[in-house]
């Protein structure tokens, strides 16, 4: 039976209410983008999480930073927006602030689009949770899928190796690959 490695989810350490993961283990990283990631994957998976108070903020005032962020999350393969809360939680304004709950739908439907990022709810801090380390698993479990592929495709198509002389030839002097020859013989 195969099985995949667990995989460890790192949380940023600015992140000041991290989310509690039950299933899969978690250290603290600094992260140049994003709030979750993978161990040895820091370049590859981003996950920013928001809480709806948090997502109308980073829409209104800190709209600059928060798309400069977004921005950065382009260069990953696996990228999420995680918002805790629900989209009825922004069109019935469950938020503080005095913004439009259609002009946060309607900036956030454009992030969306413009840095193609999709966007997920989940309701609660714990069924966050579960869903980041879903991605994480998966995530992993897809690039370990690839690699095994390739190898296999590689292990099928690799040619016999050369001698050992020619291989030693390759990278010596003339001098040096008569004197390897007469060893060899």
Same mark, same amino acid.
């Given at each position: ?34 709030? +979750? =990631? &993978?161990?040895? @994957?820091?370049?590859? @998976?981003?996950?920013?999480?928001? =809480? ?23 260069? %990953?393969? @696996? ?17 503080? =602030? ?14 969306? &689009?413009? +840095? ?13 949770? &579960? !869903? ?5 698993? +998966? ?8 690699? =095994?592929?390739?190898?296999?495709? +590689?292990?099928? !198509? ?12 390759? %990278? ?6 008569? #004197?390897?020859?007469?060893?060899? #013989?």
């Amino acid at each position: 039976m195969k099985t995949t490695p667990t995989p460890t989810i790192l949380t940023d350490t600015r992140e000041q209410d991290p989310l509690t993961f039950a299933n899969l283990p978690t250290e603290r990283a600094t992260l140049a983008t994003g709030d +979750y =990631s &993978v161990k040895g @994957f820091e370049r590859d @998976f981003s996950i920013e999480r928001k =809480s709806i108070g948090d997502l109308v903020q980073s829409l209104t005032h800190g709209r600059d930073r928060f798309s400069r962020e977004l921005q950065r999350m382009r260069a %990953f393969d @696996f990228r999420r927006l995680l918002i805790v809360g629900s989209l009825a939680d922004v069109e019935g304004h469950n938020y503080r =602030s005095q913004a439009n709950p259609k002009a946060i739908i309607a900036s956030l439907t454009a992030f969306e &689009v413009r +840095y193609s990022l999709p966007v997920c709810f989940r309701e609660t801090p714990e069924a966050a949770a &579960v !869903q980041v380390e879903r991605w994480a698993f +998966y995530f992993l479990r897809e690039r370990l899928n690839a690699a =095994s592929e390739i190898l296999r495709r +590689y292990g099928e !198509q690799a040619p016999t190796p050369a001698p050992l002389w020619v291989l030693s030839n390759t %990278f010596k002097t003339r001098p040096q690959r008569a #004197e390897w020859r007469k060893k060899s #013989e």
